[in-house]
Each structure stands twice: as structure tokens, then as C-alpha cells.
């Protein structure tokens, strides 16, 4: 009985792997696909290599790796200081900026996109690269927060009295003794943002100004236009990257638990 | 303490600039006319057949997309939470890594299966099945659902983990078969998982005009679309910024009464 | 715990290492004094052709591309300095000539203006731009049908056949709104310019009638689905067709005899154009007889440059679905800007055919 369910259950698994897998499988097999088209017309590497000569590919992978690397960094420390202002807040206040803060998760990317493009031209600042981060920024300020929020909630408050007690400077106490406790939750809420940061289309797409792509915007200029298969190399490199970031990340020796977090 | 409360200021001052003033523009423009003036038109414009039709369609194939993502992603982050933690780990490595893999990749993807000549097409072809794949609301939910069915799988996973075993073996000595204990602890555990996964399916599904555009042909309107175009090419942006005002109304409404049922699981829980 | 942050910051570091090293220079972080920022269509220049202008004046060229006049005009439209030329269709630069966005172009700058086929010249002065004062044309076309001999047993003259339910669900129709209601217009019989609403509401009813056939809706990637042999029959521009037979043979491009949409895209400086000495570089540039016949073999649409022709084969310059004869020509209308009121009636009509 117990074997027949864990059959039962490993078929299950197998049979969302292979709907989760089969679309990359065929981006991968057509990235070495002689021809253009759907039909097999030989294996070749010449995909790769006008990948690799590609100055726009290379552009959208700058800007979308610096994007969601700095997005991240900085939408990391804004999420910190919000957080320790946001507990010293009580009561109704304090409710309200978490209200306040859910807005951008729980909106769509359509509206929060087409918001800030709006903004944006009401200011008048000129769409380009820094549009675009400041728009992942704020989209990533609340997941930071998200992350962050329920360690420093747990943290013992006295520590940080404690070192202060002891001497230590504000700034010092809180690098040395609240940071640290933070950590965990500082990284997974960083990881998030750039994640959130990479995968984005919609909001790129409102706020992005001219010349300015990244891998996403890139990809949907192409597939209007019929898609290069060199964006099917492109795919399986960042697959490959992925694979190998994730196994270092995941099966190190030390890591033995992935966290995985809701949005 | 006033000290670190100052702290909280930079952190308002952004979400009023990046969030709230943003929003504010949707309202200037769609309650704007065109020539200027407060008008109701393009607020009201959702009800003309041409609005109403994509924002119908959009609703049921996102609560489809929804349903059916939840029936999938149950019963595997059950099975993943019953398998032991090394190999679940593996497997949700799995479930994350095409998530790395760009959005618009991985629904390009599904062209080379569904399109004309694509392997499930020929299948399709084979069994009988005359006609395009590409182009019908079925291709469009097949995008929706691979798309966010990881959005679902893991906050029901996460939710799945903080159960304790004890609490599951507590129920099975008490007498409760396997079918009593998935019903009537798990489920209810689970149940602010569920909410979040519903919230992270739905609101997404609901104004998607990506997937409707790669897998639909551009046959169909969604929604998004609609507002999307509005925007980018009929250059109507205060119909557009009416459309999305109605949208996010909807979508807030809508995540008020879920939040309502999911405070209400939590005082069961508690 | 640590190690693995550790881990995470040390491959990311990397990542970004190397994004740094093969990011090409990638554009946009340092404004350079010398730019010139393009907005043209997809795939619609030789991009050898922007290297060598790079390399023969120093000018560096921010390009990108639109798919659409309608999603390029509201960017313009919101900053005109967002691009310093642009290469819109004859009824878009009317529209941005009538909403000042464009600013004249400097003949005198303009070395290579002589290789222009005056004839051209004199259609777009009569029609669009009083004098020539404001576009220079850089490819002109038809828009037809292309068919797929294997799949089509009918001949193909006339646009009825796209309402043709043996060919359902092997049909490619055009997805920009004036496109579309133009092949419905001539099929009426009516002006690819009308704005009577009684008109464009039977051309309405006519496209929704042929919805079900249609496969798709497509902008550029008819091109791939046609000669991928995916579909019978596509509305298609002229300038596809020659790229298209070459890598298909099967493939025949048709005007209909109902008559069709003649159109001329040309570079425009706009009013907010930032260098504009490099702008008239630019386009003289793209004059020069041999840079024109590269382009012309790159991007196959037909080049209004006279000069360019002298090295096209003879064969190409006496194909009419290339170059259209006069009598095919006196069949086809060029499409006017009709103004807001009836480009915001055309979108609310085409939004009831989806």
C-alpha cells in the first residue's frame, strides 16, 4: 500500500517535471538547430557564436544583470532602515505603512508599471536606464521588507541596548550586533529582489527609454518580428548559469535547507 | 526610541513619490477628458461590450488558471512535504529553476510545442484534433498555468513545512485515518498558503497581455491588452488610465474579501 | 549559514564581473557628446551599414527599433528629444508634422539629395509634405497578398479570398488598425481613407466575419510563418516578398485588383532632435547610391533612390511585386492622416473585431 502511493506520488512529480521541463528542452534543441525555422536542419554552434558577436544581446545582459544587481542592493538597504523606523512606529501608524507597503505586491504589474511611466513624464525626467531602476527599486523596496520585517520582529531588542550600554556607537551597535541577526532575512529579501528584478517585463516595458534594453524588453521587440534563434542560446546559457548558481547555493556543504519565501 | 523613528521617514517619503503619487497619475489621467475636464467616460468605458468581453474572458481564465494551479499544486507540495527533506529539497530546486529563466523564454517556449509542427501539435494532429492550438483560449490558460503554477507551488509548500509532525501524529493517534488528517488538520494549516498562492495566481493571471499576445495569436483580447494597446499604440492614454483604474479596483476588492477569509482561518488556527 | 552567504555574494560578484567585461561598452550609462539617437523599424536597415557610419564619422548611434507607427508616435509624442531622427510612414509624419514635432530638413546638407527619384518626391510634395520640406524617403511598397502555390489552388486576385472558408485557420492578417480595415475597404470598394463611420462600421463586420478564419494576427513574423510554409495565405508588405520568394520559392506575391495602400517610409529630424548636424550626416548617409543598394539587398523593400538602382539586377527592378508598373500604382491609394477623431473611430472599430 505504502509503495503503491509513493509510486503514485513519484508519477505525479514526474509528470509536472516533464510539463514544467519540455518548452526549455526545445529551446535548448533549437539553439543548435542549423536552420531558422521549426524544421531540424542539422547541429551547429553558429547561434552562439552570433550571440556572442551580438552588441545588443550584450547590452540587454549588461543592463539587466547591473538592473536587478543594484535594484536589489539598494531596494536591501532602504527595506533595513525602513524596517527599524517602522517598528520604533506603533499601533495604527505602523499598520498603515504596512497597508501601504502591500500596494505595489498586491497590484499588478500592468498598473504599477503604467503608474510610474505616468509619473515619470509628469516630472518630466528623461526615460532611460535610470527610469527603469528606479522603477525596480520601488517594486523591490516592499519584498525586502516582506523579508526582513519577521526577523527583526523576533530579535531580541535588548542586545542593541545592551551594546550601546557597553560603548558602542550607534552605528557600531547596529553593524555588529543587529545586522548580524538580520542576515538571514537581509539575504533571502535581497535574492527575492533580484530575482523579481530579472524576470520582470511589464514594468521595464512602461519605463524604459531609447536604446535601453534588457534580455526581457529584447525579446519582445524579436518575437514581433520572428525570434533569432540565438535568443534560444541565449536561454540555455542563462539556464546552464542558473543550474550551476543554484547547486552551489543549495548543495554546498553547509547549505542544507533551502528557503523558500512567498512573495 | 524618537530617534529611530525619524528612520521611518525616508522609507515614506519614497512610497509616497514611487507609489502613491504614481497612482494618483492613473486617476488624473482617467478621470481626465482628453481636452481636459473632469469626465466619468473613461472610468464607465468598461461597460461598452468591447471593454466588457476582454475583462469577462480575463476574469474566468484567470479563476480557471487559479483552480486549476491550486489542484495541481496541492497535492505536490503534500507529496514533497511527505518525502524526506534532502529529496524535497532537490525537487523544489527543480520547481524554482525555470523561474530563472526569462518569463517571455519560457512562454516563447510553448510556441515550439503548440505551433505548427511543434510536437503536441502533430500529436493533436494525429488524434483527430483539426485546427490550431495557437490562438485559443486553451493555449492561453496552458501559458497562464506554467507560468505561475510556481507562484502557487510554493507559499502551499512554505505553509506545508511549519506543520509540525508531532501535530500530524498527535491526530493519527487520536484515531484519525489519512484522509481525516489531510482534511481536517493540513487543510486548515495550510489555508493562509492557499490565500497567498490564490493572491500570487490570480492578480497576475488577471492582467496578463504577454501570455494572450505570444500564445493567442493576437487573436484574443484580454484585458490587459486592452489597456496595454490604449497605452502603446491607440495613444488613448486616458481611456487606458480609466481601464486600469476600474482593474485595480477590481483586483483590491477582490484581495480585501480573500484577506477576510484568510483572517478568518487564522482565528480557527488560533 | 555564513558560508553560504558567502557563496551567494562571491557568485554574484562574479556575475557581475563578468556582465561588466562582456557588456560591450553597453550604452546608456555615460551620455557621450557625439550621439545619434535612431528610431527605425525592426530588421529594416543592413546593421553593417551603422557600424560603418560610426566608423566614417565618429558619430555614435544609439539605435532602436519599433514594429508599429501607432507605438512609436505617443514616446514621440511624450518627448520629441527622446530621438533625433526617426523613419515613420508617409500618414505618421503628416500627423507629427501637424503636431510640431518635426523640424525641417536642411537640403543643403544634404550632398547625396540628388540620387532621389524626383517622381517620388513629387507624389509625397502633392500628397503629404508640401515642398519636401520635412521626409526623406527611404523605402516605399504595396501592401498584397503572399500565397503559398502548394496550398492555393485558386488564383489569387482579388482580396475576397481571404474570406474564403476553405482557407479558414491558414490565414494571416495584418494586426496595425489601417492595414487591416484597408484590405476590407478596397474589398468594399471604399476609400482606404474614409471616415465615415457607416463605412468603417461594414468594414468592421466584414473583418469580424472573417475572424474565425484568421490564424493570426501578425505584424513581422508573417515573414517567418509564410516561407515556414505554415499558412496559405498572409497580407503582407512588398518589400517581404523578395526575401521571402528567395528563401521559399513556392511563394507569389499578388496586389488585388480591388487595388491596395501604396506607402513611403522616410526619415524625419525631429523638433527635439539633439545633434541635429549628425541627423543630416545620418541621412545623407543612407543617400549614397551604394549604401542605398546595400540596404536594398539586406532589408528587400524597394529604394526611392534612383542612383541605388544601377546595381540592382534587372531581372528585380522589372518584378512588379518589387517595383510596381504605373498602371498597378493607379490602383492603389496612399493613406492620409485623418486626424485624431477618426484614428481614435478607426481603434474603437477595431477593438469590436477582436
Known amino acids: 500500500m505504502k509503495k503503491l502511493k509513493n509510486f503514485f506520488g513519484n508519477a505525479y512529480l514526474a509528470i509536472v517535471f516533464v510539463f514544467l521541463y519540455a518548452p526549455i528542452v526545445t529551446l535548448i534543441v533549437y539553439s543548435f538547430n542549423e536552420g531558422r525555422g521549426r524544421k531540424w536542419q542539422g547541429f551547429s554552434v553558429r547561434w552562439y557564436e552570433e550571440l556572442f558577436h551580438s552588441a545588443s544581446i550584450g547590452d540587454a545582459v549588461y543592463n539587466t544583470l547591473t538592473i536587478a544587481f543594484l ?140 536604446g535601453i534594453n534588457t534580455i526581457s524588453t529584447l525579446i519582445y521587440s524579436e518575437i514581433r518580428r520572428g525570434i533569432k534563434p540565438s535568443m534560444n542560446a541565449l536561454s540555455t546559457i542563462m539556464f546552464i548559469s542558473a543550474i550551476i548558481l543554484l547547486v552551489l547555493t543549495n548543495f554546498s556543504p553547509t547549505g542544507s535547507k533551502t528557503e523558500v519565501k512567498d512573495r | 526610541m524618537n530617534k529611530r523613528k525619524l528612520l521611518s521617514l525616508p522609507y515614506l517619503v519614497w512610497m509616497i ?52 494551479c491550486l489542484v495541481i499544486a496541492y497535492p505536490l507540495a503534500l507529496i514533497l512535504r511527505k518525502a524526506n527533506l534532502k529529496k524535497s529539497s532537490f525537487v523544489i530546486f527543480i520547481f524554482i529553476l525555470p523561474m530563472w529563466m526569462n518569463f517571455l523564454l519560457r512562454t516563447y517556449a510553448w510556441l515550439n510545442l503548440l505551433d505548427d509542427g511543434g510536437l503536441v501539435y502533430v500529436l493533436m494532429q494525429k488524434m483527430g484534433f483539426k485546427g490550431n492550438i495557437v490562438g485559443t483560449y486553451s493555449a492561453i490558460l496552458l501559458g497562464m498555468v506554467y507560468n505561475y503554477l510556481p507562484f502557487m507551488v510554493l507559499p502551499l509548500y512554505n505553509a506545508m513545512t511549519k506543520i509540525d509532525d508531532f501535530t500530524l501524529n498527535a491526530a493519527r493517534d487520536l484515531g484519525a485515518n489519512e484522509r481525516q488528517v489531510n482534511l ?61 483604474f476600474v482593474l485595480m479596483i477590481f483586483i483590491l476588492v477582490s484581495m480585501a474579501i480573500l484577506n477576510h477569509y484568510d483572517t478568518l482561518g487564522e482565528e480557527e488556527e488560533a | 549559514m555564513k558560508r553560504k552567504v558567502m557563496l551567494i555574494c562571491a557568485v554574484l560578484a562574479g556575475l557581475m564581473f563578468g556582465a561588466v567585461l562582456t557588456g560591450c561598452g553597453g550604452s546608456g550609462k555615460k551620455q557621450e557628446s557625439n550621439v545619434l539617437k535612431v528610431y527605425n523599424w525592426g530588421e529594416y536597415i543592413d546593421e553593417d551599414v551603422i557600424a560603418e557610419f560610426e566608423e566614417e564619422t565618429g558619430i555614435k548611434v544609439v539605435y532602436d527599433t519599433f514594429s508599429t507607427n501607432e507605438e512609436m508616435y505617443p514616446r514621440i509624442e511624450a518627448d520629441s528629444s527622446l530621438y533625433d531622427v526617426i523613419c515613420p510612414s508617409e500618414y505618421m509624419v503628416k500627423k507629427m508634422m501637424e503636431n510640431d514635432l518635426l523640424q525641417p530638413v536642411d537640403w543643403s546638407k544634404l550632398e547625396n539629395g540628388g540620387n532621389l527619384n524626383q517622381a517620388y518626391m513629387k507624389i509625397l510634395s502633392d500628397q503629404i509634405d508640401p515642398g519636401n520640406k520635412y521626409m526623406i524617403p527611404y523605402c516605399w511598397g504595396t501592401v498584397g497578398i503572399l500565397y503559398n502555390t502548394t496550398l492555393v489552388d485558386d488564383t489569387v486576385d482579388s482580396w475576397d479570398i481571404l474570406w474564403d472558408e476553405k482557407y479558414s485557420g491558414s490565414i494571416l492578417m495584418q494586426d496595425s488598425v489601417r492595414d487591416a480595415f484597408m484590405v476590407a475597404e478596397k474589398k468594399l470598394g471604399y476609400s482606404l481613407n474614409s471616415t465615415d463611420p457607416a463605412e468603417l462600421e461594414a468594414c468592421q463586420v466584414l473583418l469580424k466575419e472573417q475572424y474565425p478564419l484568421v490564424k493570426a494576427y501578425v505584424i513581422d513574423e508573417v515573414r517567418d510563418k509564410m516561407i515556414a510554409g505554415e499558412a496559405a495565405l498572409g497580407v503582407i508588405y512588398s518589400g517581404e516578398y523578395l526575401y521571402c520568394k528567395n528563401e521559399n520559392p513556392d511563394l ?69 511585386g518589387v517595383f510596381p508598373d504605373e498602371e498597378t500604382l493607379s490602383r492603389c491609394e496612399m493613406y492620409l492622416y485623418l486626424g485624431q477623431d477618426a484614428e481614435d473611430m478607426y481603434y474603437e472599430y477595431w477593438k469590436k473585431v477582436k
Open chain 1, 71 to 210: 535594484s536589489a542592493l539598494i531596494a536591501t538597504v532602504i527595506g533595513v532602515i525602513s524596517c527599524i523606523g517602522l517598528q520604533a512606529l506603533k499601533g495604527r501608524t505602523r499598520n498603515l505603512y504596512m497597508a501601504l507597503n502591500n500596494i505595489p505586491m498586491l497590484n499588478s504589474d500592468l498598473v504599477t508599471g503604467l503608474s510610474l511611466m505616468l509619473a515619470f513624464i509628469a516630472v518630466g525626467v528623461t526615460f532611460g536606464y535610470s527610469t527603469v531602476l528606479l522603477a525596480h527599486i520601488s517594486f523591490n523596496v516592499p519584498y525586502v521588507i516582506v523579508n526582513v520585517m519577521p526577523r527583526y520582529r523576533q530579535m531580541n531588542q535588548s542586545t542593541y541596548e545592551a551594546a550601546l550600554d557597553l560603548g558602542a556607537k550607534p552605528v557600531k551597535a547596529f553593524l555588529k550586533v543587529v545586522l548580524p541577526e538580520l542576515m538571514p532575512g537581509v539575504i533571502s529579501g535581497f535574492l527575492m529582489a533580484f530575482t523579481m528584478s530579472l524576470d520582470d517585463f511589464i514594468i521595464t516595458h512602461f519605463t524604459k527609454g531609447p
Open chain 2, 17 to 68: 513619490g514611487f507609489t502613491v503619487i504614481p497612482l494618483l497619475m492613473i486617476l488624473w489621467y482617467g478621470f481626465q477628458k482628453k481636452t481636459g475636464g473632469f469626465t466619468l467616460e473613461h472610468v464607465l468605458a468598461i461597460a461598452r461590450p468591447e471593454h466588457l468581453k476582454p475583462l469577462l474572458i480575463s476574469l474566468l481564465l484567470s479563476v480557471i488558471c487559479t483552480a486549476i
Open chain 2, 184 to 244: 481536517h488538520v493540513i487543510l486548515p494549516l495550510t489555508f493562509p498558503g492557499i490565500v497567498s498562492g490564490i493572491t500570487m495566481v490570480f492578480v497576475p493571471s488577471l492582467t496578463t497581455f504577454v501570455v494572450s499576445d505570444l500564445l493567442g495569436g493576437r487573436k484574443i483580447f484580454l484585458i490587459g491588452n486592452i489597456i496595454e494597446q490604449e497605452f502603446s499604440t491607440a495613444s488613448n492614454w486616458n481611456l487606458g488610465a480609466g481601464l486600469s
Open chain 3, 252 to 320: 507569389q506575391y499578388v496586389l488585388p485588383k480591388e487595388g491596395s495602400n501604396v506607402w513611403y517610409d522616410g526619415w524625419v529630424i525631429t523638433k527635439g532632435c539633439g545633434n541635429v548636424d549628425a541627423a543630416h550626416k545620418w541621412i545623407d548617409f543612407l543617400l549614397r547610391a551604394d549604401i542605398a543598394y546595400r540596404n536594398f539587398e539586406y532589408i528587400t523593400y524597394a529604394t526611392p533612390n534612383k542612383a541605388a538602382e544601377q546595381y540592382i539586377d534587372e531581372e528585380i527592378l522589372s518584378d512588379p
